[in-house]
């Protein structure tokens, strides 16, 4: 008898690993290595963030909460959505998990079974297909392209759903992209779900809060109130508030849906942090006037980024409307011979050589669903990332 489950070999080891071990290795040796990987801002939790979480500690508020999240929580939960995206849930349609991951793991944990399809547009977010492996379902993979502004098309949709699909699942802004689908586009998409009463929604909204250039955020049950009862709409105060550490995420949909996904996580962690709880009522309920500076900082390294990258030979890096990454394309540079000599066969090569032969650590496009690319986090400071571009620069120009 196998030690190891059956349900484990399902799953791949996360591609992006290789790298980041690769990153560790060189920078315990000593060499001086750029980090472009990581998916969180690199700001602190505002002040008054961090001051709601000491009163919750002074307070001794630390005991147990409900599973899924304590009434004052849900409460702003409801209030935000209200808020930013005209949708009204009750308390009880509302799930709170530690972070947005768990969240996405209990609703596909709840309703996959062996064999139900998940429709995924790629490039995706590297934990989607493998949690859905993970509970059991298929992963149907369904390619975007460059031209198309890395966004899934009704008909591209449309012919992915069969009678097994269970969910798709959107995400916009998008990781790795940063693409973001207009209301416009959105409604294209919640056209074809209309005809297909057996898929279910899960909107990704995490990275709602950083939209660029006056582009106005849309969510799929907001554009279609028609599809609110097969929605899962998720989001998290990781990415808005800079709080990754904290681990709040939540979601709103239907209350039996809610109710199978407390069940789940009754049985697992219980509620998220006490603490944590406290500090997302205050980020929710409280100012939200730094999120404006946030963002002008980060429209202006994307700015730096993509003029950089874009500048250089063989890349061809578009312009993002959210989220804190660029997705370049290196179609040009496949089959050129770095000044070391790897052969930069793929995206992975191109990583895996960048990262050896110049200290700066990316994503390759592999690990995401879509290839010849690489994935680029602006969310570190400029200087870093003028260095960063300087040498993936100096790098594409020494390829023979
Ligand atoms: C698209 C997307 N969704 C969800 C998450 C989960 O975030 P958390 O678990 O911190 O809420 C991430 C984090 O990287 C993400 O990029």
């Given at each position: 008898m196998?030690?190891?489950?059956?349900?484990l070999?399902?799953v791949?080891p996360s591609?992006?690993?290789?790298?980041?071990?690769l990153?560790q290795?060189?920078?315990?040796?000593?060499?001086?290595?750029i980090?472009?990987?990581?998916g969180?801002p690199d700001?602190?939790?505002p002040?008054?963030?961090?001051?709601?979480?000491?009163?919750?500690i002074?307070?001794?508020?630390t005991?147990?909460?409900?599973?899924?999240?304590?009434?004052?929580l849900?409460?702003?939960?409801?209030a935000?959505?209200?808020?930013?995206n005209d949708?009204v849930?009750t308390?009880?349609?509302?799930s709170?998990?530690?972070?947005?991951?768990?969240?996405?793991f209990?609703?596909?944990?709840?309703?996959?079974?062996?064999?139900d399809?998940v429709?995924?547009?790629a490039?995706f977010?590297?934990?989607y297909p493998?949690?859905?492996?993970?509970?059991?379902?298929?992963?149907?993979?369904?390619?975007?392209?460059?031209?198309?502004?890395f966004?899934?098309?009704?008909?591209a949709?449309?012919?992915?759903?069969?009678?097994?699909?269970?969910?798709f699942?959107f995400?916009?802004?998008?990781?790795p992209?940063?693409a973001?689908?207009?209301?416009?586009?959105?409604?294209a998409?919640?056209?074809?779900?209309?005809?297909?009463?057996?898929v279910?929604v899960?909107?990704?909204?995490i990275y709602?809060?950083?939209t660029y250039?006056g582009?106005?955020?849309?969510?799929?049950?907001?554009?279609?109130?028609?599809?609110m009862?097969?929605?899962l709409t998720?989001?998290?105060v990781?990415?808005?508030?800079?709080m990754?550490?904290w681990?709040?995420?939540y979601?709103?949909?239907?209350?039996?849906?809610?109710?199978?996904?407390?069940?789940i996580q009754?049985?697992s962690?219980?509620?998220?942090?006490?603490?944590?709880?406290?500090?997302?009522?205050?980020?929710?309920?409280?100012?939200q006037?730094?999120l404006?500076?946030?963002?002008?900082?980060?429209v202006?390294?994307r700015?730096?980024?993509?003029?950089?990258?874009?500048?250089?030979?063989?890349?061809?890096?578009?312009?993002?409307?959210?989220a804190f990454y660029?997705?370049?394309?290196?179609?040009g540079?496949?089959?050129?011979?770095?000044?070391?000599?790897t052969?930069?066969?793929?995206?992975e090569?191109?990583?895996?050589?960048?990262l050896?032969e110049?200290?700066v650590?990316?994503?390759?496009?592999?690990?995401?669903?879509?290839?010849?690319?690489?994935?680029?986090?602006?969310?570190t400071?400029?200087?870093?990332?003028?260095?960063?571009?300087?040498?993936?620069?100096?790098?594409?120009?020494?390829?023979?």
């Amino acid at each position: 008898m196998a030690f190891l489950s059956d349900r484990l070999a399902r799953v791949k080891p996360s591609p992006t690993v290789a790298v980041t071990t690769l990153a560790q290795q060189l920078k315990a040796a000593g060499r001086d290595v750029i980090g472009l990987g990581a998916g969180e801002p690199d700001f602190d939790t505002p002040e008054h963030i961090r001051q709601a979480a000491v009163r919750a500690i002074d307070e001794g508020r630390t005991k147990y909460t409900a599973p899924d999240g304590m009434p004052e929580l849900k409460e702003a939960v409801c209030a935000k959505f209200r808020r930013d995206n005209d949708l009204v849930y009750t308390p009880e349609q509302i799930s709170v998990g530690t972070g947005g991951k768990q969240v996405l793991f209990n609703a596909l944990l709840a309703t996959l079974n062996p064999g139900d399809e998940v429709v995924i547009p790629a490039p995706f977010w590297v934990s989607y297909p493998d949690i859905v492996r993970l509970c059991g379902g298929e992963a149907v993979i369904v390619p975007t392209t460059m031209a198309d502004g890395f966004k899934l098309s009704a008909e591209a949709l449309e012919a992915a759903i069969t009678p097994a699909t269970k969910w798709f699942i959107f995400n916009s802004p998008s990781n790795p992209t940063g693409a973001a689908y207009t209301h416009d586009e959105i409604r294209a998409l919640t056209q074809v779900l209309l005809r297909h009463p057996h898929v279910h929604v899960l909107s990704d909204d995490i990275y709602e809060h950083l939209t660029y250039d006056g582009f106005r955020f849309a969510t799929p049950a907001q554009v279609e109130p028609a599809l609110m009862d097969r929605t899962l709409t998720l989001n998290g105060v990781s990415k808005t508030y800079a709080m990754t550490g904290w681990r709040i995420g939540y979601a709103g949909g239907p209350v039996d849906l809610i109710a199978a996904m407390r069940k789940i996580q009754s049985q697992s962690t219980t509620n998220p942090s006490t603490i944590s709880q406290w500090a997302a009522v205050e980020a929710l309920n409280g100012k939200q006037d730094f999120l404006e500076e946030n963002r002008a900082i980060f429209v202006r390294r994307r700015d730096l980024v993509v003029s950089a990258l874009d500048a250089i030979p063989g890349i061809d890096c578009p312009v993002p409307q959210g989220a804190f990454y660029v997705y370049p394309s290196i179609a040009g540079l496949i089959g050129r011979r770095s000044a070391a000599g790897t052969l930069i066969a793929d995206d992975e090569a191109f990583a895996r050589a960048l990262l050896e032969e110049t200290g700066v650590a990316v994503v390759f496009g592999a690990a995401f669903g879509l290839s010849p690319c690489f994935r680029v986090s602006y969310a570190t400071s400029d200087d870093t990332l003028t260095e960063a571009c300087a040498r993936i620069r100096r790098f594409c120009s020494g390829l023979s």
